[in-house]
């Protein structure tokens, strides 16, 4: 919808120029108070120019007639001026006392306009035009009556295009002009379920669908599966280096599931010395507890870990001889860790810090060895693992929780012996 409304007319969004010439002529950037000032001074500028030009009509108009009057009293001396005098225009002139304009236009005059019905008719059309001249006088003098009459005239503007008319009511609607927006490139990528194959030696690949059956994945001779994770082609795969840095591929730019895939080194710019340890779809708002098999770690916004380049992002710092190990969702209250020397401990996740970089605090102290597996899971549900096919929970957990950075005791009778909770 974006794309549509951006590149047709459903949507169309006009700019305001306002480097205008001023009245002198003078270009600058005027603001919206500025040129409306200036629209009104131009309104009175015509009101005035307008008034200005009606009463030299109205003069002109009323010479003519003036002059009119005074001979329609002698008619009959005026028609033998007219036919006896060699120049009867000066003759005119000098009886009467008329301008030239007025001698005129009683030459020009129609002999059936010579009776008493046309001279009412010429002192109505007088006394109309003095009063009007007065009234037009008026006006130039007084400043304030000048703009009430241009208010009024605005407002018939209203009255007569404004809303509720025949050619003033809107047919599109006027709103606030929206934020810029930002179409994310997957709008452009069709949504398909994809299963991510990525194999122990590093090389990648996308098979369409999410399929259980791995056993029938192949791959090159001495090389086996990794990690498989079912997503959608649309979503941001997170991958997180044992050198603790994140990097991101888009699921649409994992090559085709046919074949044994490509190297994944070719992809993103993985240190020789580093591997992948974890593999999940990115969940935008969601928080994650990184930690070293030292046993340090902290919580991080996972917005904050999206690469935006091949180079990754360095989230989780490292110690001498230490690896990143863990990357898991935040979802639950309670923390299990269990180290290499088989001590378990529960402390609450609110006593992890949320960091964007750094090595972060201890999970839990350890005399030899490092940390073994970490688990966050609701208290009131109890800490489960598996056992063979079986899962076991332990829902009193009140031997094990502890503070952060604590020993730990002996897990419960019959944890694995491997240490992980999976």
């Known amino acids: 919808m974006e794309q549509l409304f951006r590149q047709t007319?459903?949507?169309?969004?006009?700019?305001?120029?306002?480097?205008?010439?001023?009245?002198?002529?003078?270009?600058?950037?005027?603001?919206?108070?500025?040129?409306?000032?200036?629209?009104?001074?131009?309104?009175m500028e015509v009101l005035e120019r307008r008034t200005r030009h009606r009463l030299d009509k109205i003069a002109k108009r009323l010479e003519v007639l003036e002059g009119f009057l005074k001979v329609y009293a002698d008619l009959d001396q005026v028609i033998h001026i007219i036919r006896t005098a060699d120049e009867p225009k000066a003759e005119l002139i000098r009886t009467f006392a008329l301008s030239e304009v007025q001698a005129e236009a009683i030459l020009n005059m129609r002999?059936?306009?010579?009776?008493?019905?046309?001279?009412?008719?010429?002192?109505?059309?007088?006394?109309?035009?003095?009063?009007e001249k007065a009234d037009l006088e008026g006006l130039l003098a007084d400043t304030g009556r000048r703009w009430r009459t241009i208010a009024a005239q605005v407002a018939d503007i209203r009255?007569?295009?404004?809303?509720?008319?025949?050619?003033?009511?809107?047919?599109?609607?006027?709103?606030?002009?929206?934020?810029a927006v930002v179409v994310p490139i997957e709008a452009f990528i069709e949504r398909e379920p994809i299963t991510v194959i990525l194999s122990e030696k590093g090389w990648i690949r996308a098979m369409k669908g999410h399929t259980d059956q791995l056993d029938a994945v192949k791959f090159k001779e001495g090389d086996q599966l990794k990690f498989a994770l079912k997503t959608e082609t649309t979503d941001k795969i997170l991958f997180f280096a044992t050198d603790g840095r994140f990097y991101t591929l888009g699921g649409d730019k994992l090559p085709s599931g046919r074949g044994f895939g490509e190297p994944l080194r070719l992809m993103i710019d993985l240190a020789n010395e580093a591997d992948i340890a974890h593999v999940f779809a990115h969940k935008p708002g969601r928080k994650l507890l990184v930690a070293s098999d030292g046993g340090r770690g902290f919580l991080v916004e996972e917005n904050e870990v999206v690469a935006q380049t091949k180079a990754g992002k360095m989230v989780l710092n490292l110690g001498d001889g230490e690896k990143a190990a863990f990357c898991l969702p935040a979802e639950g209250d309670a923390v299990a860790i269990i180290g290499d020397n088989r001590k378990l401990l529960v402390f609450m996740t609110e006593e992890i810090p949320v960091m964007t970089r750094g090595r972060g605090v201890m999970l839990q102290k350890y005399r030899d060895g490092g940390a073994a597996d970490i688990k966050i899971f609701p208290l009131a549900e109890g800490l489960s693992w598996k056992m063979g096919e079986r899962t076991r929970t332990e829902t009193d957990l009140t031997p094990w929780i502890g503070k952060r950075a604590s020993v730990g005791r002996l897990p419960p009778t019959g944890f694995p012996r491997s240490n992980k909770f999976i």
């Open 159 to 179: 009255k007569k295009f404004g809303p509720g008319t025949l050619v003033g009511d809107r047919r599109t609607v006027l709103g606030d002009a929206p934020s």
């Open 9 to 43: 007319d459903l949507e169309v969004r006009i700019g305001l120029n306002m480097n205008v010439l001023d009245k002198d002529a003078v270009p600058r950037v005027m603001n919206l108070k500025e040129v409306l000032r200036a629209f009104l001074d131009h309104r």
């Open 111 to 131: 002999l059936r306009s010579l009776n008493k019905l046309q001279e009412l008719e010429i002192r109505t059309e007088h006394g109309a035009l003095s009063k």
